[in-house]
């Protein structure tokens, strides 16, 4: 593998893994795209070497060139193996077309030939009929065959028809299919499971502060649980989207939470806040994230304890 080879193995795993471990996504419909992230990292087994994101997550570094080359040899070869199953299905499609014309050509060529015999029968079955001659009776030429039965009374000089009896087996028939349609109906599902989506509310956003107010940071939330459904509008049924849960919704249900590790709310804050708590959890599970000012303000080389616990926060602790 030459450096450009290198360099470019190296650098996917730190993007789409590592990175997405620690940072997480904004604004994204996927509450398990951190979480999914993090799994990955944690597949890698190195004697001696520490490559769980979960665990690197507040170290300063927490990109370990052991750990980059081995989830980047992962990456390789599911790259390989995803090219190679869609190349396998552009020829399975390939084949099949071909075989699909074969036989769509053997059956058009059967249809032909068959429709060619059925012809050939009628025009001889009609020629043996114009050459079959009736025996003769009188000087009229041919007996012609009986006519039809009439259906007709005769009473006089006029003909009564009579109509024909309805079927009321037909009927209760029609009936009860028409019961069975409406009950058919009745049963389709007026709501489907609901889902994380985005675009619907407008993004929440919460400031907490500490009370030497020297840690501080945000809770965000922008995601949504929505859900569809039908409703028949005349005779056709729609579909909509419905929202039950706003993204203020799931932030105000983590405050309490952040409170209780010793953070008060506040209207707004005065400095960036861009590091994420870099637990998948917290975005599974309450679907919002939270982001501070820094992990080791009182000591350089420790994490804060309220940072700490706003990193354990999760449902599933509870």
Same mark, same amino acid.
């Given at each position: !593998? ?7 193995? !190296? ?9 997405? &471990?620690?940072?997480? &996504? ?5 509450? /398990? ?10 597949? +890698? ?8 994101? *979960?665990?690197?997550? *507040? ?19 599911? !790259? ?21 014309? +074969? ?39 041919? +007996? ?5 039965? /009439? ?18 087996? !037909? ?9 069975? %349609? ?14 994380? &989506? ?13 009370? *030497? ?86 000591? /350089?080389?420790?994490?804060?304890? %309220? ?9 599933? *602790?509870?």
């Amino acid at each position: !593998m030459n450096s450009r080879d290198y360099k470019h193995w !190296m650098h996917i795993p730190r993007t789409t893994v590592y990175d997405a &471990c620690y940072h997480g &996504c904004t604004n994204c419909n996927n509450p /398990s795209y951190a979480y999914d992230a993090c799994a990955r990292t944690a597949e +890698v087994n190195i004697t001696g070497v520490i490559c769980d994101g *979960n665990v690197m997550w *507040n170290w300063k570094d927490r990109y370990p060139a052991a750990c980059l080359q081995a989830v980047g040899e992962i990456c390789k070869k599911e !790259m390989f193996r995803s090219a190679r199953r869609d190349y396998l299905k552009k020829f399975a499609f390939i084949v099949l077309t071909a075989l699909a014309g +074969v036989v769509g050509g053997f059956l058009t060529y059967g249809i032909f030939w068959c429709w060619v015999c059925q012809y050939r029968k009628h025009r001889a079955a009609k020629a043996r009929q114009r050459s079959a001659v009736w025996p003769r009776e009188n000087g009229y030429g041919y +007996v012609q065959p009986p006519p039809p039965p /009439s259906t007709m009374w005769e009473c006089g000089t006029e003909k009564i028809s009579t109509p024909p009896k309805a079927s009321k087996k !037909m009927g209760r028939r029609s009936l009860s299919w028409g019961q069975l %349609s409406l009950a058919a109906l009745a049963t389709l599902p007026g709501k489907a499971a609901a889902y994380p &989506c985005t675009g619907y509310d407008d993004v929440a956003n919460q400031y907490f502060v500490d009370a *030497n107010r020297s840690t501080f940071g945000v809770v965000s939330g922008w995601m949504s649980n929505c859900y569809k459904y039908r409703r028949r509008s005349g005779k056709h049924w729609r579909t909509h989207t419905r929202r039950n849960v706003a993204p203020l919704d799931y932030v105000n249900e983590i405050l309490p939470s952040v409170v209780g590790c010793g953070f008060e709310l506040v209207e707004a804050v005065e400095g960036d806040t861009n590091l994420r708590i870099a637990n998948p959890l917290i975005e599974k599970e309450w679907r919002v994230m939270i982001r501070v000012n820094g992990y080791n303000l009182t000591k /350089s080389t420790e994490t804060d304890r %309220s940072i700490q616990c706003l990193h354990d926060i999760s449902k599933s *602790n509870k």
